[in-house]
């Protein structure tokens, strides 16, 4: 009896898994819709498309090519008006970046930003300030990597206390702090030179890096794909 039940569950099991097999599509894993994973980098320079941005873009770009199912958006901050944190929001351009950051599909960040007199800029202190709804009533970005990318006019500008300054920011989000992949292991600390950052390998290279530990990280925390 306990035989023929043995035996019954082992042609259910394997008549299912045929099955299975003449009905699952040949698509790349995890490239379903719905099982996306969003990296949203954020370029905090006053002005935009410069540096700042590039150095992100290179980071989005990396990070995209770990895994079918991670998309990347890069959202420029330059150009755009809006103050820190008031007791009553304004309506200003923030209005149009919230939503983004609110999307449950969002599964990690890179946020970039120029050092000014060794720190970060001002708006990017603006803009985590704004994104204070994300932490009330819920906090939407805990658990969720997030990696820094700098730029400086010098070497050795500051880079590596605009990467702390943010890291630390972002942890009163519940966000988990990446550095890039060694040996990148603060984040990425990247050279401009007369708004230039194309013949900065190096510093490209961290940019790369943070967005490769960024998107692996984000890959290995989120649910499996359908
Ligand atoms: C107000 C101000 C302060 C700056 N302070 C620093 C600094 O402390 N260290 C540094 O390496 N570069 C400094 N720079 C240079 C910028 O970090 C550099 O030009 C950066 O690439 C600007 O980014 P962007 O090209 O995206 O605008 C400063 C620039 C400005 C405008």
């Given at each position: 009896?306990?035989?023929?039940l043995?035996?019954?569950?082992?042609?259910?099991?394997a008549?299912?898994?045929?099955?299975?097999?003449?009905?699952?599509?040949?698509?790349?894993k995890?490239a379903?819709?719905?099982?996306?994973?969003?990296?949203?980098?954020?370029?905090?320079?006053a002005?935009?498309?410069?540096?700042?941005?590039?150095?992100?873009?290179a980071?989005l770009?990396?990070a995209?090519?770990?895994?079918?199912?991670?998309?990347?958006?890069?959202?420029?901050?330059?150009?755009l008006?809006f103050?820190?944190?008031?007791?009553?929001?304004?309506?200003?351009?923030?209005?149009?970046?919230?939503?983004?950051l609110?999307?449950?599909?969002?599964?990690?960040l890179?946020?970039?930003?120029?050092?000014?007199?060794?720190?970060?800029?001002?708006?990017?202190?603006?803009?985590i300030?704004?994104?204070a709804?994300?932490?009330?009533?819920?906090?939407?970005l805990?658990d969720?990597?997030?990696?820094?990318?700098?730029?400086?006019?010098?070497?050795?500008?500051?880079?590596?206390?605009?990467i702390?300054?943010?890291?630390?920011?972002?942890?009163?989000?519940?966000?988990i702090?990446?550095?890039?992949?060694?040996?990148?292991?603060?984040?990425?600390?990247v050279?401009?030179?007369k708004?230039?950052i194309?013949d900065?390998?190096?510093?490209?290279?961290?940019?790369?890096?943070?967005?490769?530990?960024?998107a692996?990280v984000?890959?290995?925390?989120a649910?499996?794909?359908?």
């Amino acid at each position: 009896m306990k035989e023929n039940l043995t035996r019954r569950n082992f042609i259910t099991t394997a008549g299912v898994a045929a099955l299975a097999g003449t009905l699952v599509a040949p698509v790349a894993k995890g490239a379903e819709s719905g099982n996306k994973l969003k990296i949203i980098g954020i370029s905090c320079s006053a002005r935009k498309g410069m540096t700042t941005a590039k150095a992100v873009q290179a980071a989005l770009d990396a990070a995209k090519g770990v895994n079918a199912r991670i998309e990347v958006e890069l959202i420029d901050l330059g150009g755009l008006n809006f103050a820190g944190y008031l007791p009553t929001p304004p309506q200003d351009d923030f209005a149009a970046i919230l939503p983004k950051l609110q999307d449950p599909a969002v599964a990690g960040l890179i946020i970039g930003s120029p050092s000014y007199f060794r720190s970060l800029s001002s708006l990017c202190k603006a803009f985590i300030e704004r994104c204070a709804p994300l932490r009330e009533p819920k906090m939407l970005l805990a658990d969720k990597p997030m990696g820094v990318v700098a730029v400086g006019g010098f070497r050795n500008g500051g880079q590596e206390l605009v990467i702390e300054q943010i890291q630390t920011a972002m942890l009163c989000f519940g966000m988990i702090p990446v550095g890039g992949k060694p040996p990148a292991f603060q984040g990425a600390t990247v050279l401009s030179t007369k708004d230039d950052i194309s013949d900065d390998e190096l510093g490209l290279e961290t940019a790369k890096k943070v967005g490769l530990h960024v998107a692996e990280v984000a890959l290995r925390l989120a649910p499996k794909a359908n």
